[in-house]
């Protein structure tokens, strides 16, 4: 077995939704992370959706895919016998990662520098809405107010319509993954120096950070970049789609001149014909004249339209293949059961069953974010139970058994 990145360090993870992807990462590079719940079980548990559809703490497939490759104990920070606990749980941590609203931690007798008395180089990571200083610092906030005032969303959605917020929420995973990052600078600086840090992390930093992208177009072309969603719009308000309809999903394809886009034109046209399906129009399109900053709107629905059949009569196999094999910029987009099935991420090794006994099944799970040629960065085990490694993690720190049940009828933990 290949030794882990971060073997032999161990973080405590008393993140929410905001920040479980942080604690994963770390998990993942072979820390010893603690997902440390309230008594009873966390809030996310009730996250949707659940295996089978079944409401229950245990079953959210959402808590599965952020809190896999932790261990798990349940603990009440505002108890005087918790936060004696909770101090002997730093002195054996080199990381704490929490998502508390500014200030919590502190008035609960852990902020940073009451950390730094208990272990002095302790590296503390705090995920916020806004971070913990500035105008917004205070402000509540869930992903879409977040996606929003980061401008994200300015961006999503068809150009002549409202702008969309995006399926799946985003801030906290750009964040998580700001803030594992963070944690590994500020422990490579503790390495070199001895001294632990406070890292601050804001959501609305993190998902405005996505959109570097859109500067050089301000500063080079004075182009403020927009949505565009399933059709693209030109300077002069032409429209033209980029995501069509297939037999089983849809597909992207955007018309361009120049000698890339010919080539593509010209194959995709040729591939049209041997099917009896290009008209004679495209037969003799010269499209290396093609230019969306000048083309008119009949010009591109003229062409589009026989396009649209085509792709019509075609699966997203037949699309990929066809890229492949004739040359055509035109890629499928792909669905969850078409990751699942997809022989290049079989090919690797992405998908990982892992073991759930509770429910009596396996669950295919993403094995790695990053392959390394000498360590294991791999997902581990499944997230834990509400609790399930209390008697293992207390009896590291030297309690009986006896006493670990004695303080669960108490509720401490």
């Known amino acids: 077995m290949r030794p882990s990145m971060l073997g032999g360090y161990r973080a405590l993870d008393l ?21 440390v719940e309230k008594p009873g079980g966390d809030p996310a548990r009730k996250i949707g959706p659940f295996w089978h559809d079944q409401a229950d703490p245990e079953k ?3 808590w599965f895919a ?41 008035k609960l007798g852990f902020g940073y520098r009451e950390l730094r008395r208990i272990k002095k180089d302790i590296i503390l990571t705090s995920i916020t809405p ?11 906030a869930a992903d879409l107010t977040l996606m929003g005032m980061a401008g994200e969303l300015f961006m999503t959605g068809d150009s002549d319509k409202p702008p969309v917020n995006i399926s799946m929420p985003q801030a906290c995973m750009h964040a998580g993954a700001d803030a594992a990052v963070g944690s590994m600078l500020a422990h490579h600086h503790r390495r070199m120096t001895g001294e632990g840090q406070h890292v601050d ?14 500067i050089p177009h301000w500063e080079m072309e004075n182009l403020i970049l927009g949505r565009v969603g399933t059709f693209r ?17 849809y597909i992207f394809f955007f018309m361009i001149g120049g000698q890339q886009g010919a080539k593509t034109g010209y194959q995709l046209v040729q591939w049209m014909e041997e099917e009896g399906m290009a008209d004679e ?9 093609f230019d969306m900053a000048t083309a008119t709107q009949e010009l591109i629905d003229k062409i589009s339209r026989p396009i649209a059949e085509f792709f019509l009569t075609r699966t997203k196999k037949e699309a990929l293949d066809a890229a492949m094999s004739r040359n055509i910029s035109i890629c499928p987009l792909m669905g969850n059961r078409d990751l699942l099935e997809d022989p290049n991420l079989a090919a690797r090794g992405f998908w990982k069953p892992i073991a759930h006994p509770h429910l009596r099944t396996t669950i295919p799970y993403p094995r790695q974010f990053a392959r390394s040629s000498e360590n294991d960065t791999e997902t581990r085990f499944r997230a834990p139970r509400i609790g399930e490694h209390n008697t293992e993690v207390y009896r590291e720190l030297g309690l009986s058994a006896d006493r670990v049940e004695e303080l669960k009828k108490q509720g401490v933990i």
């Not at 101090?87 to 990381?95: H, I, K, W």
């Not at 806004?130 to 509540?140: A, D, E, L, N």
């Not at 129009?281 to 004249?289: D, M, S, T």
Request: charged share 25%; net charge neutral.
């Open 130 to 140: 806004f971070g913990q200083s500035g105008p917004y610092s205070r402000y509540k």
């Open 281 to 289: 129009f495209l037969k003799g399109y010269k499209w290396e004249e």
């Open 60 to 62: 959210s497939l959402y």
């Open 233 to 249: 719009t030109s300077s002069r308000g032409t429209l033209q789609r980029q995501v069509w309809p297939c037999r089983d999903g």
């Open 201 to 214: 992390v804001a959501m609305q930093h993190s998902a405005a950070w996505f959109l570097a992208q859109t």
């Open 15 to 35: 993140t929410d939704e905001r920040g479980f992807l942080c604690g994963k990462i770390l998990a993942e590079l072979g820390v010893d992370v603690i997902k």
């Open 66 to 106: 952020y809190n896999s490759s932790k261990r798990g104990i349940t603990l009440d920070l505002e108890s005087v016998e918790g936060k004696s606990l909770f101090r002997g749980l730093v002195q054996t941590s080199d990381f704490v990662v929490e998502s508390f609203d500014p200030g919590v931690l502190g």
